[in-house]
């Protein structure tokens, strides 16, 4: 990913390492739904007991809101204006603040005052957002760590209230409620449902909630959209489904043998949805999420034949607790 932000000449980028306009899928796609996939896969492998109550629900809130305050802060960074437009003393500033801030959000402290000053933090970069002051009119509000941030909180609450099957169960709704709001639902001041940039209702309900904190190159809309959210939860949800069957008690082999399986019906299922509903990193789409979730399934197979079921050790120590 920090070639693909920083090709050094974006008129001579390598094709794979570039998003997809908007219909398909490139490799670069494949990158962000991978890290939701294995969010969902590590939280029953974090959480083998499922104990819910108030003390599990305030861990989750205060990583999740640290989370999404990391993001924030980031769409934040180049904002900030304080005291001098002086470029060697504004960066001492910034960085400064980034010091304070990223203490204040990865700092050990007591459950509560992690809590309280991960809400805090919330509170002040969205107050600055709609306070009016000129440099933070415009600064973006989704983002990569904000949506991993809601993504967590709610899979992990669907992870600890629910069994297997209801995961599923709400995955699969999701899914089919996403498809058919994008294909039953007019557009409001368009027309007709549509998947076409800009005119989608993603697109037209970013532009009511989001509206002037949106990615600065569309302005319309925001790849991390409000609606796409739910998709983007589906996907985590597969991955907890995953995540149950590599922490079950069943022989690896056997797991491993799951995985296939369920990696063709992934992969399968999502390019025959995309007939219908095209593959859309932008959009989140049905089908692209269970694309995605398939081929990152593919990747995740051989690592976990080599390194438990096989029993390879060697080369893996680095990633081991």
Known sequence: MVIVNNPGNWGTVYGPLLHAKWNGCTPTDLVFPTFILVLGIAIPLAMPIKKWNTATFVKIVTRSLRIICLGLFLNYFTSIHIYSDDQPILLLIRI????????????NFNPKIKLYLAASIFTILLFLAYSGIKDFNDVRLPGVLQRIGIVYFFASIVYLKTSANTQMAIAVALLVGYWALLTIVPVPGIGLANYNERTNLSSW??????????????????????????????????????????????????????????????????????????????????SYTLYSAGITLFILIPLYYISEVKKVKNGFQYFLL
């Open 96 to 107: 400064s603040m980034t010091i304070v801030v990223g203490y204040a959000l990865l700092g």
């Open 205 to 286: 309900l970013d532009s009511i909630l989001l509206k002037g904190h949106m990615y600065a190159v569309t302005k319309t809309w925001d790849p991390e959209s409000v609606l796409s959210t739910l998709p983007a939860i589906a996907t985590a949800l597969i991955g907890l489904i995953i995540g149950n069957i590599i922490s079950s008690n069943e022989p690896k082999k056997i797991v491993l043998k799951k995985m296939v399986v369920i990696a063709f019906l992934l992969t399968g299922s999502g390019l025959l949805w995309s007939l219908i509903f095209p593959l859309d990193k932008e959009l989140w789409t049905s």
